[in-house]
């Protein structure tokens, strides 16, 4: 994983904690995002939206498939950085 | 609408429709906030036909099937469209399966065509089953001009000059091949004839009537039998229009209604209840006399729609409510899966009719929808025109399994007799669902006789079907079961999978089998994923060749384990 990767992984993590209001230290890279923020697939679109706004970056719906750990959804943003 | 009665097949009713209505507008495709796509059912047609042309063209031959895999838009229907006027079969696959899934049910249904959005296309030529497939010909939507389609056409350029012969089918022709479930265990492909959805049409929209001007907000999946059904086919063949998006995000949905000013919406209960959580912290924010006020004009509009909506007035009574609607919504259509009559009752109130309805892919779409006459939010409502149902063998509560005989009935199961015959016997269809009829002819559900579950997004699980993602698993023996088939609850929701582990002898539960099992469970996409586990303490029962045989294992297990036994994954 590069250094990029890495810093946006923990901006997903940061904001993710501050947006479904979880400690950020309980919050890892390879959590299943739905079950550790306790959230639907509805919910998750929103926390797509505001990934959006945060990176500045369009990201459609189906990167979204299939992806359920801030790992894999850091590599999905980084590549449209 | 048109009179469906005349029709023998789902492609001369749409080609009708086509020219009954040139100048209405059929689709509507927005993205974000921009608008992609509007098209007339002139305009539909015109791309249509050159695509039906260069089908025939390409040795497409009436009961060819070909399969779509795409999101809502407006290339689906056009694309479904010019395969039923080439007398073709329609395979319409879930776009949210993965590529390994996709590949599977191709093989399976022997899809002879492809049409698939390029970043689906993508992921299934990234596939290490790729190599086997034996699709003819792929045509791929939306590809960059740069992409390697590795030897697909371009869904753009795939069109021919000429008009193509249109290919009638009989009633009793097959239509669609849908899928009922994922995969992994046996797929299980619904063969529905173009009869099983003329008569389905025909029913619901004796109910829900469209009609030219009115816009319908498609937001399930087209491949979903019910979108199919009342965001494609019913619109059409009344001259109405229906609305695509190419993101679900509930801001630019909610932007939608208004925009559009929808007039009718189909959601499954994981939206639906979304939209009561967003209104009901709405209506919190609001200062305490406000709220005061919002609830008085409620509790009158509730009074006043007791025995029937009225839309009008509800409209001149919560205003705000229903702007935020959009302003022209005339019911929510729900079903797919089971809802809580709370939430039916809270939209209601709100004077927005919920028609909440069940039915499976086997009987086409719908079998019961709720009339309205009066709203009830505590059954499924009565069955629709042409919908036989019996409860079959009834406990002293009057509750059964519900079984189905309608010209709506699927024709068979693709490639599985055995199954057919298990599930359709002498003409009646049966469902595995356990119900009874109260004294208005209004459904209600209680659960499930088989070991399968719903989940709130409206997808059929098996968990047969999930097994294999815990092959894994270093224990001595392992099966997945719903929760209700092994404690029948009498009552749905409440649905999740537990995984039943045996261990090795001397083998002790430890952490590092519990992120085994987590490890094996993320494989899985999270709407298939176990919500629990039990560690059994007896060998499983097996058949001669080995089978688990599950239906002794829940009795078992049933018998000797309470419900709160399972722990949480």
Redesign the interface.
Same mark, same amino acid.
């Not at chain 2, 190419?246 to 801001?251: M, Q, W």
């Given at each position: 994983m590069t250094q990029a990767t890495d810093q946006t992984l923990d901006q997903i993590l940061t904001l993710a904690a501050t947006h479904f209001k979880v400690p950020r230290e309980k919050l890892t890279p390879d959590d299943?995002f739905?079950k550790t923020l306790r959230i639907? /697939?509805?919910?998750a +679109?929103?926390l &797509? @939206?505001r990934l959006e706004n945060h990176f500045h970056v369009e990201l *459609?719906? #189906?990167e979204l498939?299939?992806v /359920?750990?801030f790992r894999t959804l850091a590599s999905r943003i980084q590549a449209r950085l | 609408m048109l009179n469906l009665d005349q029709y023998s097949c789902l492609g001369a009713a749409l080609r009708d429709a086509l020219d009954r209505w040139p100048n209405q507008e059929c689709l509507i495709e927005s993205d974000r906030d921009k608008e992609r796509t509007r098209l007339t059912y002139s305009d539909f047609k015109e791309m249509a036909l050159p695509l039906a042309r260069a089908l025939e063209d390409a040795d497409f031959k009436p009961n060819d099937r070909a399969a779509i895999i795409m @999101?809502n838009q407006s290339k689906w229907l056009i694309s479904a469209y010019a395969i039923f006027y080439a007398g073709g079969v329609l395979v319409p696959l879930d776009y949210?399966l /993965?590529a390994a899934e996709h590949l599977q049910l191709l093989a399976h249904s022997r899809a002879k065509f492809l049409i698939v959005e390029y970043? +689906?296309w993508k992921a299934i030529t990234e596939s290490p089953e790729f190599r086997a497939h034996k699709v003819q010909a792929v045509l791929v939507t939306e590809a960059p001009p740069s992409a390697n389609l590795a030897g697909a056409f371009r869904w753009e350029d795939f069109r021919r000059k000429g008009d193509p012969a249109f290919v009638p089918r009989q009633r009793e022709d097959v239509a669609c091949i849908v899928y009922s479930s994922g995969t992994g265990g046996q797929p299980k492909g619904c063969v529905l004839t173009h009869e099983n959805y003329l008569e389905q049409c025909k029913a619901l929209t004796a109910w829900y009537p469209f009609w030219p001007g009115v816009r319908y907000l498609s937001i399930l999946p087209t491949n979903h039998a019910i979108d199919f059904m009342v965001g494609f086919i019913g619109p059409f063949v009344c001259g109405a229009c229906v609305v695509h998006l =190419?993101? &679900? =995000? *509930? $801001?630019f949905v909610r932007n939608a209604f208004v925009r559009y000013r929808i007039t009718y919406v189909s959601l499954v209960p994981?939206?639906l209840k979304?939209l009561e959580r967003g209104l009901k912290a709405n209506f919190d924010a609001l200062s305490a006399p406000k709220r005061l006020f919002l609830n008085g004009l409620i509790g009158i509009n509730k009074a006043l729609t007791r025995w029937r909506p009225n839309v009008a007035l509800s409209r001149g009574l919560l205003p705000q409510v229903h702007e935020a609607f959009g302003g022209g919504l005339k019911a929510i259509i729900v079903g797919g899966a089971f809802m809580e009559p709370s939430t039916l009752q809270f939209f209601y109130d709100l004077g927005i009719p919920v028609a909440n309805g069940y039915g499976l892919t086997e009987a086409c779409t719908a079998l019961t929808v709720n009339d309205l006459k009066p709203f009830r939010a505590d059954t499924v409502g009565k069955p629709l025109p042409g919908v036989e149902l019996r409860v079959l063998n009834p406990d002293a509560e009057g509750i059964g399994e519900i079984a189905v005989n309608s010209k709506m009935v699927m024709s068979h199961y693709l490639d599985d007799p055995e199954l057919t015959a298990q599930t359709i016997v002498d003409g009646w269809l049966l469902t595995g669902d356990l119900g009874k009829f109260d004294g208005n002819g209004h459904l209600q559900l209680f659960g499930r006789k088989k070991n399968m579950i719903v989940t $709130?997004?409206g997808k059929n699980i098996y968990p047969e079907d999930i097994e294999t993602a815990f092959e894994e698993l270093p224990v001595k023996e392992y099966c997945v079961f719903a929760a209700n088939y092994v404690w029948p609850a009498k009552k749905l929701g409440r649905e999740t999978l537990v995984l039943v582990i045996r261990l090795e002898y001397g083998q002790e539960f430890n952490y590092g089998l519990r992120e085994a099992m +987590?490890t094996c469970n =993320?494989r899985l *996409?999270? #709407?298939k994923r176990v919500g629990a586990y039990l560690v059994w303490s007896k060998d499983f029962p097996r058949t001669a060749s080995m089978k688990i045989k599950r239906t002794a294992l829940a009795s078992e297990i049933g018998k000797s384990l309470d419900r709160a036994a399972v722990v949480a994954l």
């Open positions: 299943d739905f639907d /697939s509805l919910q +679109l929103d &797509l @939206t *459609p719906d #189906y498939q299939g /359920s750990d | @999101t949210k /993965s970043h +689906l =190419r993101t &679900l =995000r *509930p $801001e994981i939206v979304n $709130e997004g +987590l =993320r *996409p999270d #709407y």
